[in-house]
T-cell receptor, first 111, second 117 residues
Framework: GEDVEQSLFLSVREGDSSVINCTYT??????LYWYKQEPGAGLQLLTY?????DMKQDQRLTVLLNKKDKHLSLRIADTQTGDSAIYFC???????????FGPGTRLSVLP | GAVVSQHPSRVICKSGTSVKIECRSL??????MFWYRQFPKQSLMLMAT?????????EQGVEKDKFLINHASLTLSTLTVTSAHPEDSSFYIC?????????????FGEGSRLTVL
């Protein structure tokens, strides 16, 4: 079945860039998403990328997709303490109802 | 943007009682909603897919008699944890897909933390 993998932890210093990586197995994925979860809260969509795109930029966020390697990354420029959260990568197959989530990467931003 | 509201956000109950959690799409209609469970420091686990006007589809290993799902309208799905036990304590999150959207984006509720004493 589909599988999505992420590294579990990442620590960066305030002001540095953060790069969170994700790999997936389903080559038929149509959309790939990044969600942010702050402590005790639900998930908030940060950004998404369609599978025929290589890159998408939205303010401090840059998503890179390498479809050949099935690798997705999220870069956060000028990381702030408010960016500390768990970031989930997710994918959805064509006509699929469900999302497949990765385990989440806990980002810690150090002062 | 679209908003999904969950209620209650926190609930504490005694073992053996039943607890109902509501999930509402506030500004869009959702024929399908999803219920997830999240254990501490773990990812989301899909429990069931709630379909408006029909029976929910449960994932393997999820007891349908234990976790009752009702999707009576296009904006409301409910999850009832029946005869709750301490091992049911968890963070439950719902999501809904805006059928009008092009991305098929899922909007998530804020989650409901259930503690069973």
């Amino acid at each position: 079945g589909e599988d999505v993998e992420q590294s579990l932890f990442l620590s960066v210093r305030e002001g540095d860039s953060s790069v969170i990586n994700c790999t997936y197995t389903d080559s038929s994925s149509t959309y790939l998403y990044w969600y942010k979860q702050e402590p005790g809260a639900g998930l908030q969509l940060l950004t998404y990328i369609f599978s025929n795109m290589d890159m998408k930029q939205d303010q401090r966020l840059t998503v890179l997709l390498n479809k050949k390697d099935k690798h997705l990354s999220l870069r956060i420029a000028d990381t702030q303490t408010g960016d500390s959260a768990i970031y989930f990568c997710a994918e959805t197959p064509p006509y699929g109802q469900n999302f497949v989530f990765g385990p989440g990467t806990r980002l810690s931003v150090l002062p | 943007g679209a908003v999904v509201s969950q209620h209650p956000s926190r609930v504490i109950c005694k073992s053996g009682t039943s607890v109902k959690i509501e999930c509402r799409s506030l500004d869009f209609q959702a024929t399908t909603m999803f219920w997830y469970r999240q254990f501490p420091k773990q990812s989301l686990m899909l429990m069931a897919t709630s379909n408006e006007g029909s029976k929910a589809t449960y994932e393997q290993g999820v007891e349908k008699d234990k976790f009752l799902i009702n999707h009576a309208s296009l904006t409301l799905s409910t999850l009832t944890v029946t005869s709750a036990h301490p091992e049911d304590s968890s963070f439950y999150i719902c999501s809904a897909r805006d059928s009008r959207g092009n991305t098929g984006e899922l909007f998530f509720g804020e989650g409901s933390r259930l503690t069973v004493l």
